[in-house]
Structure formats: C-alpha cells, structure tokens
C-alpha cells in the first residue's frame, strides 16, 4: 500500500491487501517504572549497525586503521550502551543492553561519575577525532565543530562523545535522508545553529537527545506511553538510514510541525505535544515524532498524547503499523497477523533475517501486546535465542521457543536482499 497526499494526512491502512487471517492483539505495551540497576561498563563493541565505513584517503594525512576505529567505537559503546545480564521474571526474557535515557540529569552533572567518563573518553579520543576530521570537506569540518561547540556548550560530555562515535564509525557524513535533504551531520548542524525550531523546542536540548540516540539507537524509548509499534519502526530507521531519521525530528521540531515521509504523505505535529518534560520518562526526541506517528498508525481512533492512559487510544494493530511502514519507506511492505499458525510467523522472521533484514514483532508481552524490533538469532549453551531491540531502551534476547509461543504478528520488509544490499552500498559512498 502506498500513500500519497500535499496536505497533512492520516496514514489510512483500509486498501491493503497483506495476509490478515484473524484480528491482531494491538501493541500499546507501556513502560513500566523501575530503578534500573548499575550495569557493569562493558560493551558489545557497536555490533555491524557501527562497523566503521572506510573514509576517502588523503594523501597528506593518513586515516586511523579499521581496527583503530572499531576499538574506539567498542570503548565508547562501552559506556553509552553497557552490557547487562538481568532477566525479565514475567516472561523470561533477558536484558543484555541496557542504555542509559539520553536525558539522564548525571549526564551534565560534573560530580557523576557518568559525566567525568566521558570527559575522559573525549579526551583520550581527540588525536583519532582530528584524524577523522581530516577526512572530510572544509564545509563538513565547520558543520562538525558547529555541533561539537553547542554540545560542549550543553556541559554534556556524554553527548560529545556520541558525537566522537558517530564521526569514528562513520555515520555521520555519510549519505543522505530519503529526500535526499542532507546527511545526519547536515540535520545535526541546523538544529545546532536552531534553523527553522518551534519557538517551543528547546535546541540544546533536542541536539543533545539527537546525538546520543543516533549513536545508540537502542535508547530511543518510549516511556510510559503506548507508542511501541511506530517506536520500534523509528528505531529500525535510524538503524538503516539514520539521516533519515536525525530529519524526520528535525522536521516534528520545526516551525510548522509537519513531518513529511518519503511518498510525499504530510503528517501535522501533534497538537497536544509535550515541549516541556511531561514525567513520561521520554526525551524530547519521542514526545515529539512517536504522538505524530503513533496518530498515523491508530486507524480510526484519535490518540491524544496528553489524555490519561484509558482514554488516550493508544495501540497500534499490524495493518496500520504497515500502512505507517509503507510511507516512511515508500513501499509496498509486508505484514501476517495470522497468529493461529505462530510458526508459519517464526520462519517468516528467520527468512527475513536470513536476508539480512530486521522484522517488527508483535508478541505477548506482561499483561499484554507490545511490538520489538527483532534484528537476530544467537545460539548460547546449545540453546537457540532471538535478539530484539525493546523500545524500552534496551536490548534483549528470549528463547526461540518461548517467542514462537508468544509471537502475533509480523511487519516485513519486502524488498529483495540484493536490492537493500545494494542500497547501502550506494548509501555508504555517498
């Protein structure tokens, strides 16, 4: 299904024709509130989502070594994104990331020991930053210190170092957004120098947020609201094509609010939005672009951002996830819901990932639906698991049966592997 409109719209699903065998359970899982614990300050070293891409060779002054570069990134993710090993009581899954909220107060407090890390880490990656630096183009180089400038501004070192990862691994300048508007390094450097904001959005605070979630993208949350559906799909986006999604914030951010998708569908900000910090356990980032996408995906209902929780509407079925997932990528994607045959729904998620492509799962979650993000398999102890980004800001893993018996409905893309492959390709040497 595609959708096409000049004019704000709500993403409609009611012309699809993907398999729906029965009625999906509606994902609208909220967070629930805890004190996380301290997780010990390893790191999974950023995974194929932050191999380092190689830049363009200079002759006058040399690039740091790949294995310089995936070192650096490990040590950042280390902290940005630490390992964990803590296991979920209500339906056995374990937590093996546990990023920490990208507005966490210790992050611009000097006394924290969160704060005085990254400081350290910033500065033993200065000579790697500048021989990064060396690599791009004068107009690159003054975006890059435009940005660095406003975070160091902030007083938030955790940011500057997201900002270090993402020039290191190389997501930052490469490629462009699906209108090809510009590159994250493009989208970060507007809001820097406050191109086009809402009066309302504060700009340090939207950078900072930005940064870290385009580093980490697993610690994007949704918080205490039902948004998990389109959440998990932002987190794929910035995965895939994270331009894209530094523009898609930037454009829930601006003056006008509109946020237009790549088959041209405008989507209006919502009105009820929370510019200020409304206890939600959400950055600014997410109460800004998931009620716009949470309200694109609802069907017939009006979600209302601000309502409380039995009457905000909240909860997003596969048919309209897929209706969302049309737009935003501008193609016909694919979604079953048919959740009488939970196998026939396993081997599509190991098909797609066997392609190389994540799938957004909907599967009985505590008391109810809540979709993930699922982006692999892993065999531990001769025991098989599938790996998920939850939007809770964390990643996790369960045991293939255990999910199979829990899973409701899938959201796919449909795009041939070579053509994806090749897709990147051409991302990454733009």
């Known amino acids: 299904m595609r959708c096409s409109s000049s004019t704000p719209v709500r993403v409609s699903s009611s012309s699809s024709s993907c398999t729906k065998t029965s009625t999906p359970k509606t994902a609208s899982c909220s967070k629930p509130s805890s004190t996380k614990p301290t997780p010990p300050a390893t790191g999974h070293g950023g995974g194929s989502v932050f191999e380092p891409s190689k830049p363009a060779p200079t002759p006058s002054v040399p690039s740091a070594s790949e294995a310089v570069r995936a070192q650096a990134v490990s040590t950042m993710d280390a902290l940005l994104n630490p390992q964990t090993e803590r296991t979920q009581g209500y339906n056995g899954a374990v937590v093996v990331q546990d990023a920490a909220p990208v507005q966490k107060s210790d992050n611009t407090n000097p006394k924290s020991s969160r704060y005085k890390a990254s400081q350290a880490q910033v500065k033993s990656h200065e000579a790697l930053e500048q021989q990064q630096l060396a690599q791009l183009s004068p107009q690159e180089r003054s975006r890059y210190e435009t940005v660095r400038q406003e975070l160091v501004a902030a007083n938030n070192p955790v940011a500057t170092l997201a900002l270090q990862k993402l020039l290191i691994g190389g997501r930052l300048e490469k490629g462009s957004d699906f209108l090809g508007e510009g590159s994250v390094l493009q989208h970060l450097s507007d809001i820097a120098q406050g191109h086009d904001l809402d009066a309302r959005v ?31 799909l932002t987190i794929g986006v910035n995965i895939e094509r994270p331009a894209e999604y530094a523009r898609l914030i930037k454009a829930a951010a601006s003056t006008s609010g509109d946020v ?97 492509q994540s799938v957004l799962a909907g599967i009985t979650y505590r008391d109810g639906g809540h979709k993930l993000l699922v982006t692999g398999l892993e065999k531990s102890q001769g025991q098989e698991y ?32 070579k053509t994806l492959l090749q897709e990147r390709r051409v991302f990454l040497a733009a």
Not at 205 to 232: F, K, Y
Request: proline letters at 4%.
């Open 260 to 356: 237009t998708l790549a088959n041209g569908t405008i989507l209006p900000r919502e009105k009820d939005t929370a510019f200020e910090d409304d206890r939600s356990g959400r950055a600014l980032t997410q109460r800004l672009l998931a009620p716009i996408f949470m309200e694109a995906s609802n069907g017939s209902r009006d979600y209302r951002d601000s309502a409380s929780k039995d009457k905000r509407n909240a909860g997003a079925s596969a048919s309209g996830v897929d209706a969302l997932y049309d737009a935003v990528y501008n193609h016909d994607m694919g979604y079953d819901s048919n959740n009488k045959d939970r196998a026939k729904l396993m081997a599509r998620i190991r098909s797609e990932l066997a392609e190389g």
């Open 202 to 232: 504060d700009r340090r605070t939207l950078l900072t947020e930005l940064v870290q979630e385009l580093a980490t993208p697993s610690a994007i949350n949704q918080g205490s609201r039902g948004t998990c559906a389109p959440t998990a």
């Open 386 to 417: 599938v790996k998920y980004i939850n939007p809770w800001g964390q990643e996790e893993r369960m045991a293939v049966a255990e999910f199979q018996s829990r899973v409701n409905n899938v959201n796919y893309d449909t795009r041939p592997a």
